[in-house]
């Protein structure tokens, strides 16, 4: 189980910790270290402040990479030294933000894992966890696989004028995938899954205290 979230997070970090506590127990365990490695893990960081910010990041166009030049939450896949899940989530976010949720973070719970809808992309399990760190928090780009590390406030998340839709040319086809557009950064695919589970669950709306 997460650990209770406490001073200095406000009530509604508090509540998100609570929404996603009792949804706990629909979701499949989190599987134990595996040789062939083939679980990942991202954080879902949320930072407090004056309203409630998300960690996004870009990563960087690498040739062969599936990902490559996608909108993203920070993560990666286990790594045979990682413990837990957990801490392939905490360990990517250090390595390639430089934001340290040990002992900066605190776990407020995790969504429903997911794997990728289409045969392009490599058969993964990944594991999102969700994080709150205090206002004020700083990242930056520290790795060659990132681009663009940004926060955005998540109650824009909430704004149907950000949801729509893109067409992503995949091999021979052009499809249309359901996205977020936040300035012209597109998050579809995985990312875009991960976030509107986040915005089922949370309690508010999009980032504001419960009942505002």
Request: net charge negative.
């Amino acid at each position: 189980m997460p650990r209770r979230a406490t001073s200095p997070f406000d009530p509604w970090i508090k509540s998100v910790h609570s929404a996603l506590a009792a949804r706990e127990k629909e979701l499949p365990p989190i599987p134990e270290a595996r040789d062939d490695l083939t679980h990942a893990a991202v954080s879902v960081v949320l930072r407090q402040g004056p309203e409630t910010d998300l960690l996004l990041i870009k990563r960087a166009e690498v040739e062969g990479d599936p990902w490559s030049g996608h909108m993203a939450l920070p993560g990666g896949r286990r790594q045979r030294e990682d413990a837990t899940l957990e801490e392939t989530a905490r360990r990517e976010t250090r390595e390639e933000t430089d934001l340290s949720l040990d002992p900066g973070g605190e776990l407020l719970g995790r969504l429903k894992p997911l794997e990728p809808s289409t045969f392009r992309l490599p058969p993964i399990s990944i594991f999102p966890f969700v994080f709150a760190v205090p206002e004020g928090t700083s990242a930056r780009v520290a790795s060659r696989e990132v681009e663009e590390v940004f926060w955005t406030p998540l109650s824009r998340l909430a704004n149907p004028s950000t949801r729509g839709s893109t067409r992503i040319h995949l091999s021979d086809e052009i499809r249309e995938f359901p996205c977020f557009d936040l300035d012209g950064r597109v998050v579809w695919g995985l990312t875009y899954r991960i976030l509107s589970d986040l915005m089922t669950v949370i309690p508010g709306s999009g980032g504001d205290p419960p009942g505002g």
